[in-house]
Antibody, heavy 123, light 107 residues
Framework: QVQLVDSGGGVVRPGGSLRLSCAASGFTFSSFGMHWVRQAPGKGLEWVAIVWSDGTTKYYADSVKGRLTISRDNSKNTLDLQMNSLRVEDTAMYYC????????????????WGQGALVTVSS | EIVLTQSPATLSLSPGETATLSCRASQSVSNYLAWYQQKPGQAPRLLIYDASNRATGIPGRFSGSGSGTDFTLTISSLEPEDFAVYYCQQRSNWPPYSFGQGTKLEI
């Protein structure tokens, strides 16, 4: 069965860095777009970034552009999020998410989710 | 950026009743809209995609409708496990992929 395991969360000072990872199993990782979605405490869902199945194309939310970097390693079935210049407002649970299949093609809905990694940015 | 507005913010119903949740887009998203359920301490779960298609394993009491800018999630014969927060999300015009602010379905 599909499994996504998020790791790497923790407490960091404003301006600091953190790297999140997502280990994928149970499906052909290289066939699906992968995303990071976050949720601040008590708030709604916010899409963060996408990397296409082959890793060549990436897009980011304006709120994280230039500070967060998504990457993937299809040989290891892993998805990463490098987080630099962190701000208090980046405090959230970060979920990796696999795209759904729409008519047999990977599409921009989030079918499978990791359990989340909590990032707290505080002085 | 497409803004999704969900209503009501909170819906209070009893088991056995029917819930009707609304999602309105700031511009047409065709039928490229999904619905998610989230329970406390859990990741969201995909219920409906492309406005009206149930995701794998989702019970038949969940149904979606709409196109363009107005969408509805209907939950018939509410079960105790259905009380949760529900989000809509569009994939029509991205980035960004946008979510609604959520509707809390409470007993």
């Amino acid at each position: 069965q599909v499994q996504l395991v998020d790791s790497g969360g923790g407490v960091v000072r404003p301006g600091g860095s953190l790297r999140l990872s997502c280990a994928a199993s149970g499906f052909t990782f290289s066939s699906f777009g992968m995303h990071w979605v976050r949720q601040a405490p008590g708030k709604g869902l916010e899409w963060v970034a996408i990397v296409w199945s082959d890793g060549t194309t990436k897009y980011y939310a304006d709120s994280v552009k230039g500070r967060l970097t998504i990457s993937r390693d299809n040989s290891k079935n892993t998805l990463d999020l490098q987080m630099n210049s962190l701000r208090v407002e980046d405090t959230a649970m970060y979920y990796c998410a696999r795209e759904a299949l729409c008519s047999g093609v990977s599409c921009g809905y989030f079918q499978h989710w990791g359990q989340g990694a909590l990032v707290t940015v505080s002085s | 950026e497409i803004v999704l507005t969900q209503s009501p913010a909170t819906l209070s119903l009893s088991p056995g009743e029917t819930a009707t949740l609304s999602c309105r887009a700031s511009q047409s998203v065709s039928n490229y809209l999904a619905w998610y359920q989230q329970k406390p301490g859990q990741a969201p779960r995909l219920l409906i995609y492309d406005a009206s298609n149930r995701a794998t394993g989702i019970p038949g009491r969940f149904s979606g409708s709409g196109s363009g800018t107005d969408f509805t999630l209907t939950i018939s014969s509410l079960e105790p496990e259905d009380f949760a927060v529900y989000y809509c999300q569009q994939r029509s015009n991205w980035p960004p992929y946008s979510f609604g602010q959520g509707t809390k379905l409470e007993i």
